[in-house]
Every structure is written in structure tokens, then in C-alpha cells.
């Protein structure tokens, strides 16, 4: 395997897919909403 | 003299540039879904004031009508195109925030139905698709896409079993646009079907989500019935999406024994990379939730940040669709599709109504 194609491997195992980038956003909000940097989101 | 070869240069935009180009798409998300908002508070408001009795259209129908106008009329110019591409990621955080407002218990109750409820749905569906692409003498691989798009969850379902069994471009581009069409009609059809035979929320819901096949339709049919009735779409289209992974399996094995796909070497780690990792966001939010790790307070924020998720989801779905774009795609398809989701919603029906009866819902 050349360099190339192995350093693309490498990045693509620590790629983040769409589906777990959504979860870590989404309990990164709960989180901030937990330890109160938003109190209140109106809707 | 030696040949020279010129190598292309392929640019990778920087994570900057491709942040940045998703800002406009972003911008148009929310500008139709809060216009879908106002439309929806300003037509009630008006009707008050003036004492008309006017039918209340909730701001998720405004969000995909306007998606659609533009979609349909003038398009959606290029450089939205990336940021509104972005839906998908709004509505599977949408999904993950609205664990804080199902306990623990309430999703093990309706997870135990509805994941019986699901997989007689996925064999029912997968069986009747199967014999229908045969009859219509489909591209068997074809046939196992439009399968799988039905039974389980649309097109994240056919990209997943597109690359598993090798099928070709042109049948997964047939079978999405199929899955696609089908998704945005039943999102009118099935409000209609539920209020003229007086569905329940608890029923439609689990309804909307056993027989509406894309994530993000199942959801808009759901929240256009009632904001429980959208809860349970979710929760029912998430037990369906989590069993992506054993259906794609199972149509990997049956491939490659017939040499036409790669034989799938780690299972435990194929069922991982193909599971929908938002169902675990979902269940773990619930679980922080049922122990209170969130206050009342709070998890009312949570509740309203998934709306404004879901808002960007809805405005998404219709710039989304385009039906010119679908037409193209050719009517066999189309037809075995239309024929199976119109059978596999009657039989999803009746399942719902023998689980009510049963149940005493």
C-alpha cells in the first residue's frame, strides 16, 4: 500500500459519519443546556 | 524524448472553505421554515381577530410547501445546494434531542409493540416487494432495492445495501427517486386517510412510522397529524431504521452466495457501521431524561431546540423534492413502488388496528 492510500485510510478511520456527528452536536446542546450556558429557547 | 504525464490536481477544499459554503443553503433553510412559523401565527391570529373559521395548517406543511415552490418553479440555485443537503443532519439531531421528552419506560413499552409491529412490517414488506419486482420482471438488484427502501428506511437504506450487494448506480438512482416521489405523497395522503377514518394519535403515529418510508417524511406525516402523533412516528421510523443493519446483512449474504457481491467478513462490525447511530443519541438523551438529569425547565429547551431542528428538516424535504427530476427516472419502478406502498400502508393499517384491539388502545 502506498503512503498515499495508507494516510487516506488512516484519516478516513477518524472521519466522523453524518449520522454521529448529529448525535455528538446534539448532546453537546443537551450538555450546554444542562449546565445552563442556555436557559431558555423560545419556540 | 520522454512522454510527460500530467497528473490532475485534485483540490480538497479546507474544512474553512467547506464550512463556509454551506452558509447560504443554511440561511435559505431558515428563512422558509420560520416563514412556514409566521404563516402558521399570522393566518390563526388573523382568523381570531376577524372570527373566521379557517383550517389550521401547521407551519411543518407551510415549511414543505414552500420548499417544494421553489423547488418546483425556479429551483434550488447551486450555491444552496450543500447547505440544504444539510437537513439530514438537522433532522437526525432533531430526532436525538426529542429523547428528553419520551421516559424510559414509555420506550420500552411502545419499543416492545412496535418492534413486533416492525418486524412482521420489514418481512411482510420485503416478501410482497420481492414477488411484485419478479412480476413486473425488474433487475433482480433492483428489486432488493425497492425492497429494502420500503420495508425499512428509505433512502439511507438503499445507499446502505447499494454498496453492500454492488448494484449499479442507474438502479439505486431509480429505486431513491422511486422511495423519494412515494415519500412526498404520502406525506399529503396520509393526514387525509387518518382523519377520515378517525385514527388516534397513538395509532396514526405508529402508523405514520411502520409505512412511511423516508426518516424525514415519517416524521413530517406525523407532526402534521399532532405533536404526539409526531413523537410516535419517530419512535416506531426509529425501531424500523435500527433494523437497517441485519436487513442489509441478510441481502449481503444472499448476494455474495450467489458470487454477485463481496462476502462480508466481520459481521459484528458491519451491523456496527451500518447502524443508524442516532437511535443510540435518542436512547441515551431518554435515559439522562427518565433520571432527571435534566430539569423541567430544561427539558423543555430541549424540546424546542428539536422544533427548530425539525424546521430545518421540513424546509429541507421540500427543496428536497423535485418532481420533474423524478419523472425522469421512468415509470416501471415507479409503479412496482407505488403498487407496494399502497399495499404495505393497507397492511400496516391493519396491523395497527389489531395491535389497538388487542391492546385496548
Not at chain 2, 452558509?23 to 399570522?42: H, R, S
Not at chain 2, 426509529?238 to 444472499?254: D, E, K, W
Not at chain 2, 431546540?305 to 421540513?314: C, G, I, P, Q
Amino acid at each position: 500500500m502506498s503512503p498515499i492510500e495508507e494516510n487516506t485510510l488512516n484519516t478516513n478511520r477518524w472521519r466522523l459519519t453524518l449520522d454521529s456527528w448529529a448525535v455528538v452536536i446534539a448532546l453537546l446542546a443537551a450538555l450546554l443546556i444542562r449546565v445552563g450556558v442556555f436557559k431558555h429557547i423560545p419556540w | 524524448m520522454a512522454d510527460v504525464i500530467v497528473v490532475p490536481q485534485v483540490h480538497t477544499p479546507s474544512p474553512a472553505w467547506r464550512a463556509v459554503r454551506l452558509v447560504p443553503g443554511l440561511l435559505l433553510l431558515a428563512a422558509i421554515g420560520f416563514a412556514g412559523k409566521l404563516l402558521e401565527q399570522n393566518i390563526a391570529a388573523y382568523a381570531k381577530a376577524h372570527h373566521l373559521v379557517l383550517p389550521n395548517i401547521e407551519y411543518v406543511l407551510w415549511a414543505i410547501l414552500l420548499g417544494l415552490a421553489i423547488s418546483n418553479t425556479v429551483g434550488v440555485p447551486e450555491i444552496f445546494k450543500s447547505g440544504v443537503a444539510t437537513y439530514e443532519f438537522w433532522l437526525k439531531a432533531g430526532i436525538v434531542l426529542l429523547g428528553s421528552r419520551f421516559l424510559l419506560g414509555d420506550i420500552l413499552k411502545l419499543g416492545g409493540v412496535s418492534l413486533l409491529l416492525v418486524a412482521v412490517e420489514i418481512t411482510g414488506s420485503i416478501a410482497f416487494m420481492t414477488l411484485l419486482g419478479r412480476l413486473f420482471k425488474l433487475k433482480p438488484k433492483l428489486t432488493s432495492l425497492l425492497a429494502v427502501g420500503s420495508a425499512v428506511c428509505g433512502v439511507s437504506a438503499i445507499i446502505a445495501t447499494r454498496g453492500a450487494i454492488e448494484a449499479d448506480d442507474e438502479d439505486s438512482s431509480f429505486s431513491i427517486a422511486a422511495i423519494l416521489a412515494l415519500g412526498a405523497f404520502a406525506l399529503f395522503t396520509f393526514p387525509l386517510i387518518g382523519h377520515a377514518l378517525h385514527l388516534g394519535d397513538r395509532a396514526y403515529g405508529i402508523w405514520a412510522g411502520l409505512a412511511v418510508d423516508n426518516t424525514a417524511e415519517a416524521t413530517a406525516a406525523g407532526a402534521l397529524y399532532s405533536d404526539a402523533a409526531g413523537k410516535l412516528a419517530v419512535l416506531v421510523k426509529s425501531t424500523r431504521n435500527a433494523m437497517i443493519g441485519f436487513v442489509v446483512l441478510a441481502y449481503a449474504i444472499y448476494w455474495a452466495s450467489r458470487g454477485q457481491a463481496k462476502t462480508v467478513q466481520n459481521k459484528v462490525a458491519f451491523l456496527w457501521e451500518k447502524f443508524p447511530k442516532f437511535v443510540l443519541g435518542f436512547l441515551v438523551i431518554s435515559v439522562l431524561a427518565t433520571y432527571q438529569f435534566f430539569s423541567k425547565e430544561q427539558v423543555t429547551a430541549l424540546g424546542n431546540l428539536s422544533r427548530w431542528a425539525f424546521l430545518l428538516t421540513f424546509a429541507g424535504v421540500g427543496l428536497r423534492t423535485n418532481f420533474r427530476e423524478m419523472r425522469k427516472q421512468g415509470l416501471r419502478p415507479f409503479t412496482v413502488g407505488a403498487i407496494g406502498e399502497v399495499v404495505i400502508a393497507a397492511f400496516t393499517l391493519a396491523l395497527v388496528f389489531g395491535a389497538q384491539k388487542l391492546l385496548g388502545w
